[in-house]
């Protein structure tokens, strides 16, 4: 028992100091999409990302084979998303859909239509909603103790569909998504662990919401 502590807590040490030293390499990267994130138009985001809405737009929407919940994006950080759109189209991120309409989009296109998506991104309280279970002990080191990213390139969890989450961890485990700190991460987690780090954080207030969509074809608007 006394082997398998030490070498838990010696792993868990190791994860940090990997999040550390990605911290500081992404220092640079942050400061850069900051200053995009500065500039990008919400205005134009928001009428080139009409397909996005087709999906992203729609409360409880469902991703289809595999089925999980569509992420919810109003709240997020635009740095991450459109770090993100990077990732899909550069082919970091596993998802033809989403692959092959980040294709279509320039860099600008990119940090306009985050811009958009993200509305007025979360706050943080930095105060914990009662218990942090052991298995996000580490999670809140980035993501916050309140489900609000620390840093504007880290992804915002509160709120956010539980199956989603569950999805986006198990890809990280299995090498859908490429990014050293979560796959080093995800693959020290059981299939409980997955869950409970996922239940924690899709509870959280105040939450990411599902962008509405301004219109369809349908509506009489």
């Not at 990267?29 to 994130?37: F, H, I």
């Not at 990119?110 to 811009?115: E, F, G, L, S, V």
């Not at 052991?134 to 993501?143: E, K, M």
Request: glycine letters at 8%; a neutral charge; aromatic letters at 6%.
């Amino acid at each position: 028992m006394k082997g398998r502590g030490r070498g838990s807590c010696q792993h868990a040490v190791s994860i940090a100091v990997i999040a550390a030293l990605a911290a500081a390499a992404l220092t640079g990267a942050a400061a850069q999409e900051s200053a995009a994130a500065a500039h990008a138009s919400a205005a134009h985001g928001k009428a080139i990302s009409y397909t996005c809405l087709g999906c992203h737009g729609i409360d409880d929407y469902k991703n289809a084979y595999p089925m999980y919940s569509v992420p919810k994006l109003e709240g997020q950080n635009p740095e991450y998303l459109a770090a993100a759109l990077h990732g899909y189209r550069d082919g970091d991120r596993s998802h033809l859909t989403m692959h092959s309409q980040a294709s279509t989009l320039s860099d600008k296109d990119m940090d306009d239509i985050a811009a958009y998506l993200a509305g007025k991104p979360l706050a943080p309280t930095g105060k914990a909603q009662g218990s942090v279970p052991q298995a996000a002990t580490l999670c809140v080191s980035c993501h916050g103790q309140d489900g609000v990213a620390i840093a504007p390139m880290y992804p915002s969890l509160a709120g956010q569909h539980e199956d989603y989450l569950v999805r986006a961890l198990e890809e990280y485990r299995k090498g859908g998504r490429n990014n050293p700190v979560m796959k080093g991460f995800a693959a020290t987690l059981k299939d409980e662990d997955i869950h409970v780090i996922a239940r924690y954080f899709s509870h959280l207030k105040p939450s990411l919401s599902t962008e509405s969509r301004p219109y369809t074809w349908l509506t009489a608007r």
